[in-house]
C-alpha cells in the first residue's frame, strides 16, 4: 500500500470513528450517581480521548443501569469546553484539573523529589501518585479510557469490596515492563507477577508506598528508563510483588488480546496497536446490538 493510500485509510478510519462516537454520545442513557460513598473509579484522561472516557463510563452505567462514581483525572490538556460536555453526560462525576491536582500532589510530594520529578515528566506516573492520593477509600480501582465493557463487570465491582485483600490486574499479552523481571530480580531483588497490565486494576491504598517508590526511582538502575511509558507498568508490578497482599488476575473475560471478539468478552483494552478498533470493532458491536433489541 502506497504513503497516499495508507494516509487516506487513516483518514477515513478518522472519520469512521468520530461518527460513531458521536453516535453513541446522541444515543446513551445518562445516568447520575447518587451515592457518595460508593468506590470510585479513576480514569486518566486527556483530550484526545476525552470521549472514549466518556464513552467508557456511560456503557458501564448502562450496563449495571445505574449511576456509579467516577474520578477523572486530566492530563493537564482538558479545557473547560470539555469538562462542560464530561458532566453533561456524566453529571455528578468528579474531576480533577490538572492545575488543581499540581498545587495539591507537589506540596505531598515535597519528601519525594524523585517521584516529583518523574511526574512532571511522565504523565502516566499520575496513576500511581494522584489516583491513591486522592482516593478516599482503602480499595481503589482504575480503569484507562480506552477499555470498553461489553458486559456489566460484576468481578471488578466486587474486587473493590475493602474485605478484599489481594490486588487485580488484567492479564497481559506478555510482560510488557522496561525490561525483563529476571533483570529487575538481580538488580533490585524484586520478584514481580507476570503479565501485570496497569489499564485495569483494583489495589489496597496502602500498598502505594512512596517510600519504596521514592527508593526505586533513586537506582540508577531505573534512570534509563524515566522516560519509558512502561515505567509505570513496571513499578505497579513492583508493588504488587513486594506488598504482603495477593496478587490475582480478573478472569479471562477480561484479559488484554489483539484477537477476541466483543461477543466472547467482559470488555476489551483497546492499548495503541488496535486503538482504531475501539470504534470501529466495539462501538460498531454495541450499536448493532442494541438496534438488534429495539
Same mark, same amino acid.
Request: proline share 4%.
Given at each position: ?51 472514549? @472516557? ?8 448502562? #450496563? ?83 477499555? #470498553? ?37 538481580? @538488580? #533490585? ?27 526505586? #526511582? ?77
Amino acid at each position: 500500500m502506497s504513503k497516499i493510500s495508507l494516509r487516506l485509510l487513516n483518514e477515513m478510519r478518522l472519520i469512521g470513528r468520530k461518527q460513531l462516537r458521536q453516535k453513541m454520545l446522541r444515543d446513551m442513557l445518562i445516568f447520575r450517581n447518587e451515592d457518595p460513598n460508593q468506590p470510585g473509579i479513576h480514569i486518566l484522561i486527556c483530550k484526545r480521548d476525552h470521549e472514549m @472516557a466518556i464513552i467508557s463510563a456511560m456503557m458501564i452505567n448502562y #450496563l449495571g443501569n445505574k449511576g456509579h462514581k467516577f474520578i477523572f483525572h486530566d492530563d493537564g490538556s482538558i479545557d473547560d469546553q470539555i469538562e462542560t460536555k464530561i458532566n453533561t453526560y456524566l453529571p455528578g462525576i468528579k474531576l480533577i484539573r490538572r492545575k488543581i491536582a499540581d498545587k495539591i500532589i507537589e506540596q505531598a510530594l515535597l519528601p519525594f523529589p524523585a517521584m516529583m520529578k518523574f511526574r512532571r515528566k511522565q504523565v502516566l506516573a499520575m496513576k500511581l501518585i494522584d489516583v491513591p492520593l486522592f482516593s478516599g477509600h482503602e480499595r481503589i480501582g482504575y480503569m484507562d479510557s480506552d477499555i #470498553l465493557f461489553f458486559q456489566y463487570p460484576a468481578e471488578f465491582f466486587r474486587s473493590l469490596n475493602e474485605k478484599t485483600e489481594s490486588n487485580i490486574f488484567n492479564k497481559d499479552i506478555a510482560n510488557a515492563y522496561v525490561t525483563n523481571p529476571d533483570n529487575i530480580y538481580a @538488580a #533490585l531483588g524484586i520478584k514481580i507477577p507476570s503479565k501485570i497490565n496497569s489499564g485495569l486494576w483494583a489495589m489496597n491504598r496502602k500498598d502505594f508506598d512512596f517510600e519504596r517508590i521514592e527508593s526505586w #526511582l533513586k537506582q540508577s538502575f531505573l534512570f534509563p528508563y524515566l522516560s519509558d511509558y512502561r515505567l509505570e507498568q513496571t513499578i505497579c508490578a513492583m508493588l504488587a510483588g513486594t506488598s504482603d497482599a495477593k496478587t490475582e488476575h480478573f478472569p479471562t473475560g477480561y484479559d488484554v488480546s489483539f484477537e477476541k471478539y466483543p461477543e466472547a468478552s467482559i470488555c476489551k483494552h483497546y492499548v495503541g496497536r488496535i486503538r482504531y478498533g475501539y470504534e470501529l470493532e466495539g462501538l460498531d458491536y454495541i450499536i448493532k446490538q442494541k438496534n438488534r433489541t429495539h
